[in-house]
């Protein structure tokens, strides 16, 4: 990230009172950005103390974000303070360690509620004002585990998931308009992720030590920068790698247009195998054994 320069840039961080939103927050002023740093409780309050305590600029913004209206504030608080609003992360995140019997209606509307309706909500605040000005840089939370599933977790990488098309439709509709939208997947230590490892002491002090916070941050900056033009992307982040993933088509299998040809046997595709990723393996490690 050498030589990246956010000086006369705008950034709003939601979940930015602790963990990775922090360390965005952080890392945005270090570089010369001012920064409003939402989050629900006074931790809002107390990154933007540590800011301005290191010189930076800051302003805190608390609120929950899955209000149209908070988000709405949120943006004109950058406006009214900074005169302008660059870049938005949408950060903010809950996360529960639920069998799939426990699941309800109402736990699921509570996770995209979060997750799905309070990254909307922020990004179409800041969308007229990124239109008008022909520039604008948004950077989604996603999480390996909407990409590739988590046991006793189905409401998170449900939304998680939802987040992939989101964050693809926002890529496509703000191309014309110099808008770039990608997003990250972080394996970072955090208050989720040590919930979620919590029968697992000896990950849990493998991700502290290996995958902090801060080690996020770098892949957000350069995404959000005026100079890097990528779009449409997703980023899995954490324990010293980087790597983008795809979403594709695989195995083809061939069937003849006649009508008839289209059987059980003729359309069979074989199986894929399980994932063999690392973090897969670990998280999986935690929750095994669990009752469904």
């Known amino acids: ?49 540590e800011i301005l305590a ?38 903010a995140g809950i996360d529960q360690i639920t069998p799939l019997r426990d699941v309800t209606p109402q736990l699921l509307i509570d996770f995209f509620r979060v997750h799905v309706l309070g990254t909307w909500t922020v990004c179409s605040a800041a969308w007229p004002h990124f239109v ?8 989604t ?8 599933g988590l046991p006793r977790a189905l409401p998170y990488t449900t939304a998680k998931g939802a987040l992939h098309g989101m ?25 989720l992720a040590r919930a979620r490892t919590a029968g697992a002491p000896d990950l849990q002090d493998a991700i502290d030590r ?20 990528v779009t449409g992307q997703a980023f899995e982040v954490g324990i010293g790698a980087v790597s983008r993933v795809a979403v594709g088509v695989g195995d083809v299998v061939a069937v003849d247009a006649d009508p008839a040809s289209w059987t059980v046997g003729a359309v069979a595709v074989p199986p894929v195998g399980g994932s063999d990723r690392p973090l897969t393996r670990w998280l999986n490690q935690c929750d095994g054994g669990a009752p469904a």
């Open 132 to 139: 008008e000005q022909r520039h604008g840089r948004i950077v």
């Open 210 to 229: 290996y995958a902090p916070a801060s080690d996020v941050s770098p892949v957000v900056l350069w995404l959000a920068h005026d100079t890097t033009t």
């Open 54 to 91: 290191g010189g930076g600029s800051a302003i805190a913004h608390r609120g929950d974000i899955s209000a149209p209206d908070i988000a709405e504030s949120a943006v004109a608080r950058a406006i009214s303070q900074f005169g302008r609003i660059d870049v938005v992360v949408a950060n």
């Open 1 to 49: 990230m050498s030589g990246l320069s956010f000086a006369d840039r705008a950034v709003l961080v939601t979940g930015a009172g602790r963990g990775v939103g922090r360390a965005h927050a952080l890392a945005f002023a270090e570089r010369g950005a001012a920064v409003v740093v939402n989050d629900l409780d006074d931790s809002a309050a107390v990154v933007t103390g």
């Open 141 to 148: 939370t996603t999480s390996a585990a909407g990409y590739f």
């Open 167 to 191: 964050t693809q439709s926002l890529a496509l509709e703000g191309a014309r308009f110099g808008i770039t939208a990608n997003a990250v997947a972080p394996f970072a230590a955090s208050r």
